[in-house]
């Protein structure tokens, strides 16, 4: 069995008159990417899971029909925030499987995120940085406030030096 793991070659048919170095190195990067996108496509295949008819299993955001055909319990966490897209950063970060539905009865609208019941303590989990993060940037001073700031620093030093250099004078 080892042996046949340390022989594994590659074979590689590049058809030309004169074949330089450019042209051998260009036919291993195509060949190195094919092999690639292979393993990613076997990859992909071993991720997905068939179920009962047929169906594929997804992952992450998905809509509201691919979440019900997974034959679980949905449970789901109204969410007001306009900037749902940094929650999508979360959720994918715990691999969390969601499905985003907006209600535009309200004026504001709200966002209600939908998952598996039995990703509760994850979701609560992601949804706990998500509301963290989103505190810690509304508790940043902008940064154009910064900017005023530092302004105005720098000017009240300056005038601090120009009186400074009013008050030596020459002195003889």
Do not use: W
Request: proline share 2%; hydrophobic share 30%; glycine share 6%.
């Amino acid at each position: 069995m080892q042996d046949e793991v340390n022989e594994k070659t590659v074979s590689l048919c590049v058809n030309g008159g004169k074949i330089s170095a450019r042209i051998l190195k260009a036919a291993l990067q195509k060949a190195l990417a094919k092999m690639e996108q292979e393993k990613r496509e076997d990859k992909q295949r071993k991720t997905e899971k068939n179920v009962g008819k047929g169906d594929v299993i997804y992952r992450g955001k998905q809509s509201m029909e691919k979440l019900m055909r997974q034959d679980c319990q949905l449970s789901n966490i109204e969410v007001t925030d306009g900037n749902i897209k940094s929650f999508e950063k979360c959720a994918r970060k715990y691999g969390i499987d969601f499905s985003l539905k907006k209600d535009t009865s309200i004026s504001p609208p709200r966002y209600f995120v939908f998952f598996k019941a039995k990703d509760v303590d994850v979701m609560t989990a992601a949804f706990k940085e998500y509301t963290g993060k989103s505190l810690a940037k509304s508790k940043k001073p902008s940064i154009r406030k910064k900017l005023e700031q530092a302004k105005e620093r720098t000017a009240k030093h300056r005038e601090l030096e120009k009186t400074k250099q009013k008050e030596r004078g020459p002195e003889h």
